[in-house]
T-cell receptor
Framework: KNQVEQSPQSLIILEGKNCTLQ??????????LRWYKQDTGRGPVSLTI?????NTKSNGRYTATLDADTKQSSLHITASQLSDSASYIC??????????FGAGTTVTVRA | NAGVTQTPKFQVLKTGQSMTLQCAQD?????MYWYRQDPGMGLRLIYY???????DKGEVPNGYNVSRLNKREFSLRLESAAPSQTSVYFC???????????????FGPGTRLTVL
């Protein structure tokens, strides 16, 4: 069973609207949690990283939150643009030097 | 800088054929990784190389071999391809071994492999 679960699997939003993606993990203990953006046909690109002591991190219109107690993270996209259409992947770095990747949430932004 | 490059971009093999996926990075990174990405699943680590001259198995190493040719290049070989190896393969690199201390991971564009 995957230790990192993302929801929803996919979503469609209108340009200019906001959306929030969810990530629940069971990896324990963990050292950091990352969000990546993967455009179609490309490799993932890092958006944010948070350690267990951080609860929010922003990168432009992307804001990630982390609740280490409930083992949940979210990625909020503000004022979406067409270029935000991509898959967003949650990655948790845990014990035994292992990265656990979520399956991703596919976001489609429509004009 | 080109970052991480991979060749080929696409490949179709027949069952039992062999091939080598090439990866190179120009960022002077010590550590390199090979992942596979399948629909509905997260990326899974096949092999990694912490530094030049070392390689280690990841989560799904069966059916693959790797060579860290030098600091820049890390190749992945399929000796006898099977349909279960149909996937998208990504190479990545980091300055140091990723999980020891965080450092940004850079991915290549991927190789889309189909095994018939």
């Amino acid at each position: 069973k995957n230790q990192v679960e993302q929801s929803p699997q996919s979503l469609i939003i209108l340009e200019g609207k906001n959306c929030t993606l969810q990530c629940n993990y069971t990896v324990s203990p963990f050292s950091n949690l990352r969000w990546y953006k993967q455009d179609t046909g490309r490799g993932p690109v890092s958006l944010t990283i948070m350690t267990f002591s951080e609860n929010t991190k922003s990168n432009g219109r992307y804001t990630a939150t982390l609740d280490a107690d409930t083992k949940q993270s979210s990625l909020h996209i503000t004022a979406s643009q067409l270029s935000d259409s991509a898959s967003y992947i949650c990655v948790v770095s845990g014990p035994d030097y292992k990265l656990s990747f979520g399956a991703g949430t596919t976001v489609t932004v429509r004009a | 800088n080109a970052g991480v490059t991979q060749t080929p971009k696409f490949q179709v093999l027949k069952t039992g054929q062999s091939m080598t996926l090439q990866c190179a990075q120009d960022m002077n990174h010590n550590s390199m990784y090979w992942y596979r990405q399948d629909p509905g699943m997260g990326l899974r680590l096949i092999y990694y190389s912490a530094s030049e001259g070392t390689t280690d198995k990841g989560e799904v190493p069966n059916g693959y071999n790797v060579s860290r040719l030098n600091k820049r290049e890390f190749s992945l070989r399929l000796e006898s391809a099977a349909p279960s190896q149909t996937s998208v393969y990504f190479c990545a690199s980091t300055r140091k071994l990723d999980w020891e201390t965080y450092n940004e991971q850079f991915f290549g564009p991927g190789t889309r492999l189909t095994v018939l």
